[in-house]
C-alpha cells in the first residue's frame, strides 16, 4: 500500500544553525512567516521570546535554536530569521529559525531511528540526507513538553477496578516514534497497573504482532501515533488489517496533527479509532471501547 500519509506529507527544512539541517513534516506546519516584533509574555518558559498576533491569533514563539541546545538566535540575527507556525499537541506555536532552506518531497520510508548514542535528550525522530547532506527530523512533541510541561489531567486516568480488570487480560501494544509521546503512552498505563508492549518503529510493530500471533496470544489493542518514519501508522493498520492472523485487533492511531483530515484517513485504512494524541482519559476511553468489542466477542 501507498502510504496516505506520503503522499501528502513533505519535509520543511530549515537551519538553527549555520551548518546543520533541521526538518519538520509539513503537515504539522501552518505557514511560514518573516520574524516580527514579538509583546513580552510575563512569567514564560526562558525560551519563549514572546507572542504575535498571525491571522487574528496570538501565537507563543520559541527560539527552537535555544530550545534544542543551540546557542540562541541573537537579536541582529532575528531580523534575518523566520517563524514557523505549527498545528501540534492541540497547540498553535510559533518557532523562530535561523533560516529557511526549502520544502522537498520525501520518502518517509527512507528515514532512519536517531542513533542510541544521542541520549534521552536528543530532539530527533528521525535521520535522512538529502543531497548528501544529513538532516536531522526534529521531534516538536519532546520540545513543547519540556517548554509547556503537560498537565497533570492530562497524563493521568483514573479508572475503577472494573474497567482495570477489563483491560488487565488484553495483549496491548504501543507505538510511537517522539520518546516523549511513548513516555506519555507508557506512564497513563503504568499509572492504572496496565501491562503492555512498546516499540518506537512501525515496522517493528508489525513483526511483534506477527510473533505475538505465532505465540498463540496475538495483540488485542494497538496504540500507534500516525506520523512515523518507516512504516506509517496509516500503513501499519492497513497491513495489519489485511494479514488475517492479526486483523482482530482493536487499532487506535493517534495524531498531534489537528486536522479532520488525518482522522479521515485513519478510518480509511482500517483503524477503528482516531485520536488527537495527547490525552490519558480519551486514550483509555478508546482501550475499554476495544476491550466490550472482546467481551462481545467471547459472548
Same mark, same amino acid.
Given at each position: 500500500? +501507498?502510504?496516505?500519509?506520503?503522499?501528502?506529507?513533505?519535509?520543511?527544512?530549515?537551519?538553527?544553525?549555520?551548518?546543520?539541517?533541521?526538518?519538520?513534516?509539513?503537515?504539522?506546519?501552518?505557514?511560514?512567516?518573516?520574524?516580527?516584533?514579538?509583546?513580552?509574555?510575563?512569567?514564560?518558559?526562558?525560551?519563549?521570546?514572546?507572542?504575535?498576533?498571525?491571522?487574528?491569533?496570538?501565537? %507563543?514563539?520559541?527560539?527552537?535554536?535555544?530550545?534544542?541546545?543551540?546557542? %540562541? =538566535?541573537? #537579536?541582529?540575527?532575528?531580523? +534575518?530569521?523566520? /517563524?514557523?507556525? !505549527?498545528?501540534? *499537541?492541540?497547540? @498553535?506555536?510559533?518557532? &523562530?529559525?535561523?533560516?529557511?532552506?526549502?520544502? =522537498? #518531497?520525501?520518502?518517509?520510508?527512507?528515514?532512519?531511528?536517531?542513533?542510541?548514542?544521542?541520549?534521552?535528550?536528543?530532539?530527533?525522530?528521525?535521520?535522512?540526507?538529502?543531497?548528501?547532506?544529513?538532516?536531522?527530523?526534529?521531534?516538536?512533541?519532546?520540545?513543547?513538553?519540556?517548554?509547556?510541561? %503537560?498537565?497533570?489531567?492530562?497524563?493521568?486516568?483514573?479508572?475503577?477496578?472494573?474497567?482495570?480488570?477489563?483491560?488487565?487480560?488484553?495483549?496491548?501494544?504501543?507505538?510511537?516514534?517522539?520518546?516523549?509521546?511513548?513516555? *506519555?503512552?507508557? $506512564?497513563?498505563?503504568?499509572?492504572?497497573?496496565?501491562?503492555?508492549?512498546?516499540?518506537?518503529?512501525?515496522?517493528?510493530?508489525?513483526?511483534?504482532?506477527?510473533?505475538?500471533? *505465532? #505465540?498463540?496470544?496475538?495483540?488485542?489493542?494497538? @496504540?500507534?501515533? /500516525?506520523?512515523? %518514519?518507516?512504516?506509517?501508522?496509516?500503513?501499519?493498520?492497513? #497491513?495489519? +488489517?489485511? !494479514?488475517?492472523? &492479526?486483523?482482530?485487533?482493536?487499532?487506535? &492511531?493517534?495524531?498531534?496533527?489537528?486536522?479532520?483530515?488525518?482522522?479521515?484517513?485513519?478510518?480509511?485504512?482500517?483503524?477503528?479509532?482516531?485520536?488527537? +494524541?495527547?490525552?490519558?482519559?480519551?486514550?483509555? $476511553?478508546?482501550?475499554?471501547?476495544?476491550?466490550?468489542?472482546?467481551?462481545?466477542?467471547?459472548?
Amino acid at each position: 500500500m +501507498k502510504s496516505k500519509a506520503s503522499q501528502s506529507q513533505g519535509l520543511l527544512l530549515f537551519r538553527l544553525s549555520q551548518t546543520q539541517l533541521f526538518a519538520l513534516g509539513t503537515l504539522k506546519i501552518r505557514e511560514l512567516v518573516p520574524f516580527t516584533s514579538l509583546s513580552a509574555i510575563p512569567k514564560s518558559h526562558p525560551n519563549v521570546l514572546g507572542a504575535t498576533t498571525v491571522r487574528g491569533q496570538t501565537i %507563543p514563539i520559541i527560539d527552537m535554536a535555544a530550545a534544542v541546545g543551540y546557542a %540562541p =538566535i541573537s #537579536e541582529a540575527d532575528r531580523l +534575518k530569521s523566520y /517563524i514557523i507556525i !505549527t498545528d501540534c *499537541q492541540r497547540m @498553535v506555536m510559533g518557532f &523562530l529559525v535561523r533560516s529557511i532552506d526549502k520544502i =522537498i #518531497e520525501c520518502n518517509w520510508r527512507d528515514i532512519e531511528s536517531p542513533p542510541n548514542n544521542l541520549g534521552k535528550n536528543a530532539y530527533l525522530t528521525g535521520v535522512t540526507r538529502v543531497e548528501d547532506k544529513l538532516v536531522q527530523l526534529l521531534d516538536v512533541e519532546l520540545l513543547l513538553s519540556k517548554v509547556f510541561p %503537560p498537565s497533570p489531567e492530562t497524563t493521568r486516568a483514573i479508572l475503577t477496578d472494573v474497567q482495570r480488570e477489563i483491560l488487565k487480560p488484553l495483549n496491548i501494544l504501543l507505538v510511537d516514534d517522539s520518546l516523549v509521546a511513548r513516555k *506519555q503512552l507508557s $506512564d497513563a498505563l503504568d499509572s492504572i497497573n496496565i501491562p503492555y508492549l512498546v516499540t518506537s518503529d512501525g515496522r517493528e510493530a508489525l513483526a511483534i504482532m506477527e510473533h505475538a500471533s *505465532q #505465540e498463540g496470544r496475538p495483540v488485542d489493542l494497538l @496504540v500507534s501515533d /500516525i506520523e512515523m %518514519p518507516g512504516l506509517d501508522g496509516y500503513e501499519l493498520a492497513f #497491513e495489519v +488489517k489485511n !494479514t488475517p492472523s &492479526l486483523a482482530s485487533a482493536y487499532i487506535i &492511531l493517534h495524531t498531534s496533527l489537528s486536522s479532520e483530515i488525518s482522522v479521515s484517513q485513519a478510518h480509511q485504512v482500517g483503524a477503528d479509532e482516531a485520536l488527537t +494524541k495527547f490525552d490519558a482519559h480519551e486514550l483509555i $476511553d478508546a482501550m475499554l471501547r476495544g476491550a466490550k468489542r472482546f467481551d462481545t466477542n467471547k459472548d
